[in-house]
């Protein structure tokens, strides 16, 4: 099986950068996408980005030129390096991998993480 932690989440004042890791662990052939998304109180989720496993990336509009996603295919790890945070960026933020494992290799499996809080307040 694959397990999937999230970290880096936490209080910071608005402006204020914040950068969020996710690292993905068990019998890992390859993984092809990774996200993240967000969850704000009363608020749907909602993909704040996404990597592919050929580099390319896509974000939702409000967080462009804010947020970037990068990844680290040796360590099985994504990345969210987030900046000019406000209020609205506060939600608990989740992280998705689409996996192809050992005993699967020919598909891709989704896996979440738990989730991390991030808010912006002063």
């Known amino acids: 099986q694959v397990e999937v932690v999230e970290s880096g989440g936490g209080l910071v004042q608005p402006g204020g950068s914040l950068r969020l890791s996710c690292a993905a662990s068990?019998?890992?052939?390859?993984?092809?996408?990774m996200a993240w998304w967000r969850q704000g109180a009363g608020k749907e989720r909602e993909l704040v980005a996404i990597?592919?496993?050929?580099?390319?990336?896509n974000y939702i509009d409000s967080v462009k030129d804010r947020f970037t996603i990068s990844r680290d295919n040796t360590k099985h790890t994504a990345y969210l390096q987030m900046g000019s945070l406000n209020s609205e960026d506060t939600a608990v933020y989740y992280c998705?991998?689409?996996?192809?494992?050992?005993?699967?290799?020919?598909?891709?499996?989704?896996?979440w993480g738990q989730g991390t809080q991030v808010t912006v307040s002063s």
């Open positions: 998705q991998m689409n996996v192809r494992t050992w005993l699967q290799f020919n598909i891709g499996v989704d896996y």
């Open positions: 068990g019998s890992i052939f390859s993984i092809n996408s």
């Open positions: 990597i592919r496993n050929d580099g390319t990336t």
